[in-house]
């Protein structure tokens, strides 16, 4: 086992959340029951993810009748034609709500207004008010409300974030990375987050430069409080249709605790799949994460460069936590979503979780996409989030 000390009860996750009570109390000793809302990518994951954790699929419901049905036979469940009906069900303790983003507000605020529990996928909100209301709405009920910001669960991010908030580096200075993929970079390319209709007005930024966000803010501890943005179409135009959201963002940032950083966030970077990765780095060391190689993390100092493997014999305890598989046995993003399903459902039984993404979490990262849009309709304008004009 390493030296590294254990990181304190943490600050994150619904730890201190009052128990659950009301009309939910009583039936959380039973099989969770679940509903996923959008059996598209994500869905079809929660749905695994969810029985792996014993929980009893409901129902599942889509954007039409027959593609619930079509849905509800494939995963082995009731296809609803109603979504909202799925939601509020009597027999549902969890929504798992997995559909483009527009949607999101209306099911979450329906569901959490029936006493459920809430998955939803990010962006929570394509407005950082509906989002922060969310938040509160979730908070005021005492029911969870987790946002899979599924990179936290990694066991080497795990191992990071001990690493760090033990001192590993001295105190950061530097943060910085990027998030490229390349799915988006033809002119043929498309898809509905393209549509600021159903995705929001940002669609680089909100759909994976939230996700950078906020893991260099949880593994390093600090939180971004002032960037200067730009944003740029690089495909005007998709099979015909005129692009309005962004397919790249670059951003400059200063932290509240005085490091400087930056990322690059494209949808348009040939050879890049989904190439999240970041350095944060300290006057005694740095340390480098990139989750097409998440096994491993890059442990600098002057003198030498060492790959960490994960080894749950030889991680931290809170990352060990997370290692599900021997050694040399690769674990990956499914893992990622399985672990998040699992530890949002121990809360849901009244656990306090650490590192649980949250509510409050998935609201910042909508309070951060608006002050980058902010700032790259200003000229690239220094702003300094908790005053974004539009958030709330
Ligand atoms: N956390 C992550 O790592 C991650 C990764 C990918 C996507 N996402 C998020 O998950 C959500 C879904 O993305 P996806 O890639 O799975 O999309 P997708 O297009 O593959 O699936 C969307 C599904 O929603 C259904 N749908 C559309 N409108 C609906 C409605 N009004 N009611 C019910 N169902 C409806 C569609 O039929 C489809 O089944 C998005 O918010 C996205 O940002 C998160």
Known sequence: MTSVRQRPKSRCGPAGRPPTVGPMADRLDHPLGVAVIGPGFMGRLHARAARLHGARLIGVAGSTASRAQAAGRELGTAGFADPVALATHDDVDVVHI?????????????????????????????????????????RAAGLVGAVPFVYRFYPMVREARERIAAGALGRPHLIHGGYLQDWLLGSEDTNWRVDEARG????????????WCDLVEFVSGDRIA???????????????????????????????AGAVGSA?????????????????????????FDQEAPDHLRLSDRDATHLLTRDPDRLTPAAARYSRLPPGHPQGY??????????????????????????????????????????????????????TPQAA
């Open 98 to 138: 997995c559909t483009p983003n527009d949607t999101h507000v209306p099911l979450a605020t329906a569901a959490l207004a029936a006493g459920k529990h809430v998955i939803c996928e990010k962006p929570l909100a394509t407005g950082a008010a509906e989002a922060t209301a969310l938040a509160e709405q979730a």
């Open 264 to 288: 690059v966030i494209s949808q348009v970077s040939a050879g890049h799949k989904n190439r999240l990765h970041f350095e944060v780095a300290g006057a005694g060391a740095a340390l480098g």
């Open 226 to 256: 002032a960037l200067a943005a730009q944003v740029h179409v690089a495909i005007p135009e998709r099979r015909g249709v005129a692009v309005t959201t962004e397919d790249i963002a670059l951003i400059s940032f200063r932290t509240e």
């Open 200 to 211: 929001g007005r940002s669609r680089a930024f909100a759909d994976i430069g939230c996700h």
């Open 334 to 387: 499914e893992d990622c979503l399985v672990a998040f399903v699992g530890d949002t459902y121990a809360a849901v039984r009244g656990a306090a979780v650490d590192g649980l993404p949250d509510f409050e979490h998935a609201a910042r990262a909508v309070r951060l996409t608006e002050a980058v849009l902010a700032s790259a309709a200003g000229g690239g304008a220094w702003v300094d989030v908790a005053r």
